[in-house]
């Protein structure tokens, strides 16, 4: 086919946005090449054929496809300037933006990927494709390739100086990128401070430590600690023996240039990235650590892991240097997208003397094991030499069905390996989960696990109505019928019925530990949970607003007897790990033709903070930015949110909402095609899952039922899974009641009676989910808090939608409570009342340009 017969039609950049996961998936199945219009330009949505350099993702911008859609227009304005963009899936290449007029000049892609690069003896010049550039691309020889394996070896990089472990991983290998994975307390930065200490101590090879998470003084004592001996506890507190200070001095004279550490604030991957190459001799990068819980002071955290994991597995490639990443989380899903080369997992045993450590690598699974010792008063593990590769081989009883062999649970774990890595496709995402947990369990030969997982796992294949038609596919169905019949989610779980015993959803995604925002407005940055101890204890009496007592009183006087706490043992499993703050549903919108920067902003309290500024092009006309602040977003939701104040049931599929229940549903993302006002899933749509759906609450299950209805969108999108329980919309009322009537008689009083009443109010919500294991609270309902935060967006979007349809230009929608508009006239839409009352807005002025204020409500 020519190039030209493989171009589709030209479309513009706003459909295309619309339409990115469909079009990227034709550039993967089919090769097709889309052209793209912003204004005057032109760009192309090429395969990565088109462009091979593009695979090298360090050589140029790459962006996930959820980042991608959010920043199309701009990334199409760059590739049309000659700037090629490349897109992600997780952290693997799958097309490329590129300029669609030849005239501009795209570097080629031999240079871009290996700048400054020579052929070395024995390559073979590439003689094909001269029009992509002058310089060849260089090709190894088998002899290149045989003579670089006789040359290295197990030694040539360095290793733990724990030799169990190093038996088992054969050292840490230059090039790639190993993950380090373990729960907290279990010890995984220890694994990480060894490699260093025997790195730079023993081979006097140059490491750099980059802590994000402990800090330089961290790091040293316990070197100290490992090294003498001393109690890591008690140098903590700065009591060092002279022998302790003798030794101290003799490390740092012999070791002071080699171990370099970064410990700065704002710690990132591109940020190590850009130091390692300055350091001469460089032998060994330790990051402690990744972290999985989203914290605003942490960039290596939450889900920007994924992205920082691809660029310090090309640091690894492009030094040919090993980097050692420790990781806070077993979680295998967690893990799968982070796509280390190499992964040690570390878990606890029945003996606390001893800690398994479990070696995989990317492509052939579970490779070796090690058992350590934990020296946790001296900040160290010590050999307890290797551990034998369990591989289940013993029989097992596995739930109700056959029992086969352990050969057929290692089979079904390697026919598995395809589609829980990434590299195929075609089955739902909760068999992916279940698989990948699977696999886990196998490595460990956790026959317990394993036949907890099973029953779960035959259910999510039972969802499967055809398999692939590939190689791997009848691998897969074929590896699943030793273990008979998989159970349908009718009969595994009955209508109103709760699971069978040993049944569990044993689904391994986390829970999005992302910080939330309070009821006032502003950025997140400015703080992380936004709860601290004590907040979970009532108000003392005669205090301004009892917000929390207020709040469990009205839980308590339903007749419903709602279920305020999940208990902890059941929270792994069902509905609750597919719940996370992304189903908030909040717009962070900015149309299309305006330019938003982040620019640093000083609070009246020092405190330093980023503030948008938006700049309006001249065809806007003359006006001015009117910002509307909706008071009280979420207090106000609560007077009518639909959620189910009981246990949450799995039923499955289904034809069409029932206005009876109320839960989560896995839907479709309905199209789309406006541009002048966002996506009514707001940033739910930024994360969908394989088959590219998504997880939402009632709120908007009702709010596209609304849109369907007024023929704003097609069709609605089908529920292909759900949990949901009664539906109750009273439950929180008399919160809401009793919030408003406070607020009536505060506001105009002000100061601190009506800070305590604000930050009480907070503080009672955020409760309703806290975040952090150490953080008590009378409630734990995700789907409680969830379905209120997205029952207050929705509300934000449907005022602001009804703005737009009497004429308005909505510039932008932000968070759950914020919106610009231009105002020609200097005055706000009409379809908002000003005033002080829930439901009403405030609304300020300020020239295109200007910072834009933070709420003050």
Known sequence: MSRSSQEAGAINATTARNSLYSLVKLVEEEGRTTVITKHKVRALLAPLDRFPAARATDAFPAHVLSTAQRDFGDLVRLAAQGQPQVLLRNTTPVAVLLPADPSLDVPSSDTAAHPGAATAGGAVNSQGNQDRGSTPRRLATLGDAIGSVLTGGPADGPTFGLPGLDAATGGLQRGKLTLVAARPSVGGSLLGLAAARKTALVDHGVVLYAASGPNRDDVFRRIISAETGGEYARLKQGRLTEQEQRVAQQLSQAAGDLLMIDDGSDLTAEDI???????????????????????????????????????????????????????????????????????????????????????????????????????????????????????????????????????????????????????????????????????????????????????????????????????????????????????????????????????????????????????????????????????????????????????????????????????????????????????????????????????????????????????????????????????GSFPSACSAVPLAPNKLLHTGPLDAYDKAGAGIYLIDIPEWTRTDVPHPLGRIIDRPDDDGRVWVTTPHIKQLVKLVRDNHIGAMPTIYDSWTGKTNESLFKPFYEATRKARTDLVQVGGDSYKAYKTRLSIALRLLWPKRPSQRSPFWRPDWRMSMVAEASVRHWSVAFRAVQEGHQLLALRNVDAAVFWAPDGTAPPTYRIGTSFGEVKAKFVQPGEIIPEGDD
């Open 273 to 631: 990235r850009e130091t390692a190459p300055h350091m001469e001799g460089l032998a060994l990068v330790v990051v402690d650590r990744l972290q999985a819980a989203h914290s605003a002071r942490l960039p290596l955290s939450g889900d920007r892991l994924p992205e920082a994991s691809q660029v310090l597995a090309t640091l690894a490639r492009t030094l040919h240097v090993p980097v050692l990443a420790i990781m806070d989380s077993d979680d295998p899903i967690l893990l799968g997208l982070l796509d280390a080369d190499v992964t040690l997992t570390l878990a606890p045993t029945e003996d606390p003397a001893r800690v398994q450590v479990t070696v995989a690598e990317r492509d052939f699974g579970t490779i070796g094991s090690a058992y350590l010792q934990p020296d946790l008063v001296h900040a160290r593990f010590l050999d307890a030499g290797a551990a034998p590769l369990e591989r289940a081989d013993s029989p097992a009883e596995l739930g109700s069905s056959a029992a086969p062999s352990g050969t057929a649970a290692m089979e079904l774990a390697e026919a598995a390996l395809p589609y829980t890595s990434g590299g195929q496709q075609g089955i739902p995402a909760a068999l992916t989960r279940e698989l990948a947990a699977w696999r886990s369990a196998v490595a460990r030969g956790d026959q317990g696990e394993l036949q907890e997982i099973l029953p779960s796992l035959l259910q999510a294949a039972a969802t499967v109505s055809q398999w692939p038609d590939t190689h791997e596919g009848h691998r897969l169905a074929n590896a699943l019928r030793p273990y008979g019949k998989p159970e349908s989610a009718d009969t595994a779980v009955g209508a109103g019925q709760p699971a069978a015993a040993g049944v569990t959803a044993a689904v391994h995604a986390p829970a999005d530990n992302g910080q939330d925002q309070a009821d006032a407005p502003g950025d997140e940055e400015d703080d992380e949970d936004g709860l601290r101890p004590g907040d979970e204890d009532d108000e003392p009496e005669g205090h301004v607003f009892p917000a929390l007592k207020i709040l469990k009183d009205a839980v308590d006087r339903s007749k419903m007897h709602p279920i305020k706490v999940i208990r902890k043992e059941e929270r792994a499993s069902g509905p609750w790990p597919l719940i996370s703050e992304h189903m908030d549903g909040e717009p962070r919108w900015a149309h299309p033709d305006i330019t938003v920067t982040r620019a640093p902003h000083i609070r009246e309290n020092g405190k330093r903070v980023r503030r948008d500024k938006i700049d309006v092009p001249g065809s806007f006309g003359e006006g001015v930015l009117c910002l509307i602040d909706r008071n």
